[in-house]
């Protein structure tokens, strides 16, 4: 295969992954606003009618197979080029280029398997039950009580030190994917770069201290 095509089908992949990435990190901010129902003083009344409709809309039923489609396809592109950059590396790269490669860039791959793993336990806690592939609390009605689930998976200190840790690896995962995500669409610019690494620096922010807000909040009420 020539040069000219290897270039192509990799810009291809990255252009793919960069809007699959922007995709899924649109939806955090949705996800995020949910669940952060949980530490409202309402008896899980708005979390509940939230996880209602989630569960019953037809369109969204269709927006979590897209939605897990957009998973699988930016994790394996994920995988993919990173064996490629690092193959494409002269020997010597990381001991001759340290300072030339962002601390964020460098982990990448590291906080995106902690995030894989982190979504493995939390299908495990809530979608397996939701499906119905393993038991959990119900309600009164015989539906699951996702909100005594999550209060009492937050109560216990390991889980929540885990979910607050995984979010941590969410957070710098997503401060450096906005970055180039944006770069990928060439979207960079002078006039506005800085503002983009602003504005992602804030969203992951915002994505890890508001998750992590709740398993701390029940873990200190107890």
Do not use: C
């Not at 960069?18 to 955090?28: E, Q, R």
């Not at 008896?43 to 409709?53: L, T, V």
Request: aromatic share 14%; no cysteine; net charge neutral.
């Amino acid at each position: 295969m020539s040069n000219s095509l290897l270039n192509y089908a990799s810009i291809t992949k990255k252009i793919s992954m960069s809007i699959l990435g922007l995709f899924l990190a649109a939806f955090l901010l949705v996800h995020l606003t949910i669940n952060l129902m949980l530490i409202l003083p309402d008896e899980g009344e708005w979390f509940r009618a939230s996880a209602e409709f989630m569960g019953t809309n037809p369109l969204i039923k269709v927006f979590e197979i897209v939605l897990f489609a957009a998973f699988i396809v930016h994790i394996l592109m994920g995988i993919i080029l990173w064996f490629e950059n690092n193959s494409a590396r002269p020997v010597g790269y990381q001991k001759t280029n340290v300072s030339k490669t962002s601390l964020m860039s460098k982990y990448m791959i590291h906080t995106g398997i902690i995030v894989f793993i982190f979504l493995g336990l939390h299908f495990i806690h809530f979608y397996f039950v939701k499906v119905g592939l393993i038991s959990g609390l119900m309600d009164a009605e015989g539906h699951p009580d996702f909100y005594n689930s999550a209060i009492e998976l937050f109560k216990q200190p390991l889980y929540a030190i885990i979910y607050i840790i995984s979010f941590l690896a969410l957070g710098f995962h997503l401060n450096h994917a906005i970055q180039s995500g944006f770069q990928s669409l060439g979207w960079e610019h002078s006039k506005y770069t800085a503002a983009i690494k602003i504005v992602s620096t804030l969203y992951s922010l915002l994505v890890a201290i508001g998750f992590s807000i709740i398993p701390i909040y029940f873990l200190i009420a107890g």
